[in-house]
């Protein structure tokens, strides 16, 4: 068992929800969890980057967001959506960068976890490139800062903390972003999923968890990604558990996509009324388009219609001119309706399907996320679930208390820690590569952990070969080609020379509570064994047991 929570006691440790479109940060403040504010009394700091020509210096958060009005090429937003990905090979990274206005490069394939790069050309002859992680951190940083402000203590003071991801986030964009906490200068002593730290928000909610076994569905619909929780959890005098039965999602699906839906529209009714059309290389028009679309949703969760302003519009005609377009709910609704149906099969693949379960089973519905304050989103998911969903104020600051909350838990030791559990699953599948290149998955999406897959047998495919080499993939759901999967390493063991086929080894993955990750290769017959060490999040320990 780990002894990390007890190195962690008495240490102020901050938790962070590092979001694709906003990022927040929270702390125990000797009486409840408090999401801290920046200088300017402002809870969210936009996770974009950008960098002023004038003076030459890096800008993060509304600064960056505010620069993005005049000169949308020099800033960066929405990179959690590339963080850990492969530039050549991910489909996601294809084709979401052509909507982008900023430019995305490779990072030359040697490295996976800075393999996507924004690139704002030069200044003063040096190159403006970063990576997603360090893109990231930059975020982190202020963060950072601003909290550090908030509590009257110096940045430095800050070494810890917890931030969330998607569940759905595979190992190399989690390593990214752990990766990203440290060139920020954090230790991340936690990654944790997202829906997870939603429902540590409401550990308090005696509604929520009582001391009688419930079932709670966390839907979360934030800017850039989507991720639906199954847990059953209870709490009693001494702590809580949460037992997580399935995860799924997709981490390219959310208020992004509606934001740019309605994009498209607000430049069609330009074009349709004033007979021009917004040029795709128009990139300033384009970024005031997807800043009036996502006031206009912000503004229609309350009001049935909205007038967007686009005042002095030029589209290179050389006569700017005044854009007002009406826009109802109902309106918005059509362009939000593809994005909301896949979360609602999301959601009910997760539950009908996976869990095997009716929607009667089901306590508690909880939604997280900027968008789920849509109406149309608490709509669909009530029509789906047949229950009132439970969704706060805020539901953007959900993830953010969550992450405090868990920060508070593992800063009073090993006991508190092991009075409260959290028990997860395996987002996505772990496998091999075989020799036709298909996928061979040896532990199954939403497996329990700790695990220990099935022993697969592996051999030689030539006479006298003298290595074996077994790939190890992850995911993602379903995927049946290695291609489709990312590359978590391999594993390399010398043979004796024999006819091809004759060498009998086997492969098992040994997957831990804490995260961490063996693949094995046994060479049966000699009584040796070739590791490969898969390091998912930094090591937790969270306590084993089950729901009686």
């Not at 402002?42 to 004038?54: C, K, L, M, N, Q």
């Not at 993060?60 to 929405?78: E, Q, T």
């Not at 990139?283 to 206009?296: G, I, K």
Request: with cysteine.
């Amino acid at each position: 068992m780990s002894d990390q929570p007890d190195m962690l006691k008495d240490k102020l440790i901050i938790g962070i929800d590092l979001g694709t479109t906003k990022s927040a940060v929270a702390v125990w403040n000797d009486q409840a969890i408090e999401v801290l504010n920046d200088s300017a009394g402002r809870a969210f700091t936009p996770s974009i980057v950008g960098w002023d020509r004038e003076r030459h210096e890096w800008l993060i958060g509304h600064a960056a967001r505010d620069l993005g009005v005049s000169h949308p090429g020099d800033v960066i937003y929405s990179i959690k959506r590339y963080i850990g990905r492969s530039f050549s090979s991910d489909p996601s990274v294809l084709y979401g960068r052509q909507d982008l206005t900023y430019t995305l490069i490779s990072g030359g394939g040697t490295d996976q976890l800075r393999d996507v790069v924004a690139d704002l050309g030069e200044d003063r002859g040096a190159p403006l490139r970063l990576s997603a992680p360090e893109v990231s951190a930059k975020v982190l940083a202020k963060l950072r800062d601003d909290a550090a402000a908030a509590l009257g203590i110096e940045p430095s003071q800050l070494s810890y903390a917890v931030i969330t991801v998607p569940a759905y986030f595979n190992v190399l964009q989690r390593r990214a972003t752990i990766l990203a906490g440290k060139l920020a200068g954090l230790e991340v002593v936690g990654i944790l999923n997202e829906p997870t730290a939603a429902a540590l928000a409401y550990s308090g909610n005696a509604q929520v968890l009582t001391t009688e076994e419930r079932r709670i569905l966390i839907y979360d619909l934030g800017g850039g990604t989507f991720d639906i929780s199954l847990l059953e959890a209870r709490r009693d005098d001494a702590g809580y558990l949460f037992y997580t039965l399935v995860v799924d999602g997709n981490t390219r699906l959310g208020g992004d996509d509606i934001d740019a839906s309605v994009a498209r529209w607000i430049a069609e009714e330009i074009e349709r009324l004033h007979d021009h059309p917004v040029r795709p290389d128009d990139q300033v028009t384009r970024a005031r388009l997807r800043r009036a679309a996502e006031q206009a949703k912000i503004d229609l969760t309350t009001r049935d219609s909205t007038t967007i302003d686009l005042p002095a519009l030029d589209l290179g005609s050389g006569s700017p001119f005044d854009m007002r377009i009406e826009l109802t709910r109902a309106q918005l609704e059509q362009r939000a309706a593809e994005v909301v149906r896949k979360t609602i099969e999301i959601t009910r693949r997760a539950v009908e399907d996976v869990a095997g379960l009716g929607w009667d089973k089901i306590d508690e519905v909880i939604l997280v996320g900027g968008p789920t304050l849509m109406p149309i989103v608490q709509r669909e998911v009530e029509r789906l679930t047949g229950r009132r969903p439970l969704v706060s104020d805020q539901p953007q600051l959900t993830v953010a208390l969550g992450a405090g909350e868990y920060a508070h838990i593992l800063s009073q030791g090993q006991e508190k820690f092991q009075e409260n559990a959290l028990i997860n699953v395996i987002a996505l599948p772990l496998g091999i590569r075989l020799d036709d290149d298909t996928f061979e998955p040896l532990v199954e999406a939403n497996a329990t952990v700790p695990h220990t897959s099935r022993a697969f047998p592996v051999t030689t495919t030539e006479d006298n070969q003298k290595t074996i080499h077994v790939e190890v993939l992850q995911g993602p759901r379903g995927a049946t080609r290695a291609d489709q999967c990312v590359v978590l390493g391999s594993v390399d063991m010398e043979v004796p020379a024999a006819p091809a086929r004759t060498p009998k080894f086997e492969i098992i993955f040994d997957v831990q509570s804490d995260g961490t990750m063996k693949a094995i290769v046994n060479d049966t017959r000699r009584n040796r064994t070739a590791t490969l060490d898969i390091v998912e999040t930094r090591t937790l320990t969270w306590r084993d047991r089950s729901l009686t």
